[in-house]
């Protein structure tokens, strides 16, 4: 039985993610904090062979995470964790910055959670010499988005933590992929202001991303080819990257379009 956790499962990844995983020979412990679209979803899981397990544990408590990847390790630890679940915030209709609230809320889930996870786990599974950890991460880890300020910290945060989990781990025959993906159409994506290139569908996200974890890829980016641009950003000089995201329409004014 292969297990595999998925936190943000109620989300439009995490959904298709656990129908991609969905078959017989498979255990999945879905994580979410809406219980309907939970149950709803381990339904449908069960309907095409899966065994499914589901959690609310809090994961912004420390003792309620630590318990609860405690458990899941036992007797054994999972054969993969995606660390999925995550929020955005921008910086408002006319620019006027991200609430410092939001943005401290964002960087528990989408930072401080995944590397509370990854530590956690990360030991667990080397001490038994196997395991896969899945950090979701973004095109936006790239280069900071002036819409996004808060969220592209917390994914370029997320990409060196995963890179560096992989070099640590893989001498004990764990994997670290890192996620990158571009635009996918979810609640997230949807609310975020600005041009949204190369859209994809949530269930081709959760495919690619399946094949590149079965691969132990440790970069899963797509679509190509923004993908391509983005890595660009990261490497030309900055200010060449913040001229050429003006061009491209990524400049602050853009955040909420109330100037066009
Ligand atoms: N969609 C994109 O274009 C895109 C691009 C790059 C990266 N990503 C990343 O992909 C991941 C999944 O996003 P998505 O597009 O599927 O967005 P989504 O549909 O909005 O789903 C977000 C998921 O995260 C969960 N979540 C948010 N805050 C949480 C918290 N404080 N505690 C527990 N769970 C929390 C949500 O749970 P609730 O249902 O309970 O709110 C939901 O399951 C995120 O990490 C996101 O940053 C998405």
């Not at 412990?29 to 899966?50: N, S, Y």
């Not at 530590?119 to 979701?136: D, I």
Request: glycine share 12%.
């Amino acid at each position: 039985m292969t297990r595999i956790v998925i936190t943000g499962a109620t989300g439009a990844i995490g959904q298709a993610l656990a129908a991609v995983y969905a078959r017989p020979g498979n255990q999945l412990i879905l994580h979410g904090r809406q219980r309907d679209v939970l149950e709803r979803l381990a339904d449908t899981c069960r309907h095409t062979g899966a065994e499914v397990e589901l959690s609310q544990a809090e994961l912004g408590d420390d003792d309620a995470l630590f318990a609860w990847l405690d458990s899941l390790c036992t007797p054994t630890v999972p054969d993969i964790v995606i660390i999925n679940a995550g929020m955005n915030i921008n910086i408002g209709e006319n620019g006027s910055g991200e609430p410092w609230e939001d943005a401290s809320r964002l960087l528990e889930i989408n930072l401080r959670v995944p590397m509370a996870m990854g530590n956690y786990l990360g030991k667990r599974m080397r001490a038994a010499g196997h395991g896969q950890l899945v950090l979701m991460s973004s095109l936006a880890a790239y280069h900071g988005l002036p819409v996004t300020p808060s969220y592209s910290a917390s994914k370029a945060g997320v990409k060196a933590y995963g890179e560096a989990l992989r070099g640590w781990l893989a001498p004990y025959g764990v994997g670290v992929s890192v996620v990158m993906p571009g635009y996918v159409s979810s609640k997230m994506c949807h609310e975020m202001p600005g041009p949204k290139p190369f859209l994809w569908q949530p269930e081709r996200a959760a495919k690619v991303i399946a094949r590149g974890i079965e691969r132990n890829r440790a970069r899963i980016s797509f679509p190509f080819p923004l993908n391509f641009g983005c890595w660009w950003l990261a490497v030309l000089p900055a200010a060449i990257s913040q001229r050429l995201l003006t061009l491209f329409g990524y400049d602050h004014d853009h955040g909420g379009g109330a100037h066009r």
